[in-house]
């Protein structure tokens, strides 16, 4: 069922045929495309045309949407784990060594 929802950066939107969220980067009236980003981090362009036959709505931000995009490095998961070395490994059963044995 086509939309009479109009596309507004910043704002999710659920595409009910597939089942995804996406939320709107960026519109261009002048070239007619809306740019969405879809949950998964994937980028698309939508002819604006397009983007009225589709059949979506309005949808809440998720919960935890830091999806492909949203991760600075590929260490950066935000678990404020610091980095290991080798000699932490060296001996991982010393702690469970009485007194006595160490």
């Known amino acids: 069922m086509p939309t009479e ?3 507004i950066v910043d704002n999710w939107y659920y595409h009910e045929d597939k089942g995804q969220r996406f939320y709107v980067v960026a519109v261009d009236e002048d070239n007619g495309i ?22 979506i709505a309005l949808s809440e931000e998720p919960e935890n949407w830091s999806g492909a995009a949203d991760v600075g490095e590929v260490d950066d998961y935000g678990t404020e ?16 060594r009485s007194p006595e044995q160490k």
């Open 34 to 55: 809306v740019e969405i980003q879809h949950f998964d981090g994937n980028v698309e362009e939508i002819d604006l045309k397009d983007w009225y036959e589709m059949d």
């Open 5 to 7: 929802i109009d596309p």
């Open 81 to 96: 784990i610091t980095d290991t070395t080798p000699s932490d490994w060296d001996d991982p059963l010393q702690e469970l």
